[in-house]
């Protein structure tokens, strides 16, 4: 079946970096952009960032642009998120998320679509 | 950014209540807004996406409407598995964002 698995979370200190990993598994990867969305303890899901099914385009939230990069490997698979900088607000739990609602979707439409596919989370805290 | 307000932030309802969420853009999202539900500990589920669509899968009493700035969620008859947290997103813009949620409870 579809899945997505998120892996690479930890506890690190402010200022420092870590790196989060989504690996696909059922569907063709290749076909779907990939978000990454959070939810800090106790609060609401915020978007993160989104990567075209190619990885020629990449978005990203103003709170972490240029602190976070997002990168896609479609020979593994498997979706990154570069954190550097690491803030006391950047500590939720991390998902990913394929792009896509409804029964078809299409790879140059990913921008559009809902978030169908959602990893079980990792968590990232950032504490000294 | 497009800023979504979500009400109410918490409801309280029976089994077989109808209920309804409401959730409004600050700017025209041409449809693309979709639904959410979240259970404690559990990663969010797609119920409803461009406004109305029912996403596979969803049982039939969960239905949406709206458009343009607009936009509700309905549950003809909630049932057990349906208190949890609901979440609106536009998916128009990017940043794409989220209203704050409403959580369900039971009465």
């Known amino acids: 079946q579809m899945q997505l698995v998120e892996s690479g979370g930890g506890v690190v200190q402010p200022g420092q970096s870590l790196r989060l990993s989504c690996a696909a598994s059922?569907?063709?990867?290749?076909?779907?952009?990939i978000n990454w969305v959070r939810q800090a303890p106790g609060g609401g899901l915020t978007w993160v960032a989104l990567i075209s099914y190619d990885g020629s385009n990449k978005y990203y939230a103003d709170s972490v642009k240029g602190r976070f990069t997002i990168s896609r490997d479609n020979s593994k698979n498997t979706v990154f998120l570069q954190m550097n900088s690491l803030r006391g607000d950047d500590t939720a739990v991390y998902y990913c998320?394929?792009?896509?609602?409804?029964?078809?979707?299409?790879?140059?439409?990913?921008?559009?679509?809902?978030?169908?596919?959602w990893g079980q989370g990792t968590t990232v805290t950032v504490s000294s | 950014d497009i800023q979504m307000t979500q009400s109410p932030s918490s409801l309280s309802a029976s089994v077989g209540d109808r209920v309804t969420i409401t959730c409004r853009a600050s700017?025209?999202?041409?449809?693309?807004l979709n639904w959410y539900q979240q259970r404690p500990g559990k990663a969010p589920k797609l119920l409803i996406y461009t406004a109305s669509s029912l996403q596979t899968g969803v049982p039939s009493r969960f239905s949406g409407s709206g458009s343009g700035t607009d936009f509700t969620l309905t549950i003809s008859s909630v049932q057990p598995e349906d208190f949890a947290t609901y979440y609106c997103q536009q998916s128009y813009n990017t940043p794409y964002t989220f209203g704050r949620g409403t959580k369900l409870e039971n009465k």
């Open positions: 998320a394929r792009a896509c609602s409804g029964a078809e979707c299409y790879p140059h439409a990913y921008y559009y679509y809902g978030l169908d596919v």
């Open positions: 700017q025209n999202t041409y449809n693309n």
């Open positions: 059922g569907f063709t990867f290749n076909s779907y952009g």
